[in-house]
């Protein structure tokens, strides 16, 4: 299996609005700049997740998770990096095409 060319990791990072997928997920709210919810990663009663649309980034207070739209993907549906990267694109309309791995 081939790696994905990093023009597509871009085009996916550029298209994806982390607030936007996440909020697919979990019930956010404005907070000032940022949004909060309950973390996902651990049992919580208190919004310690937060959601940068400006970093475009996560992170939890209460489990120091934290990462960007790939990372949260593969954390909440337990795949790799690049199902991640082909799920995003899936969901979005981004074709992956793969490079070979080099000779020698």
Request: hydrophobic residues 35%; proline residues 5%.
């Amino acid at each position: 299996m081939g790696r994905i060319a990093d023009e597509i990791i871009q085009q996916v990072r550029d298209r994806v609005d982390i607030v936007e997928l996440i909020g697919r997920h979990l019930t956010l709210k404005k907070s000032g700049r940022n949004y909060v919810g309950l973390c996902p990663f651990h049992s919580e009663k208190t919004p310690s997740f937060n959601v940068s649309s400006d970093r475009q980034s996560f992170y939890c207070f209460g489990c120091q998770t934290g990462g960007d739209l790939f990372k949260f993907v593969m954390l909440y549906e337990k795949v790799g990096f690049r199902e991640a990267v082909e799920l995003l694109a899936g969901r979005f309309g981004i074709p992956v095409p793969t490079t070979r791995p080099r000779d020698g």
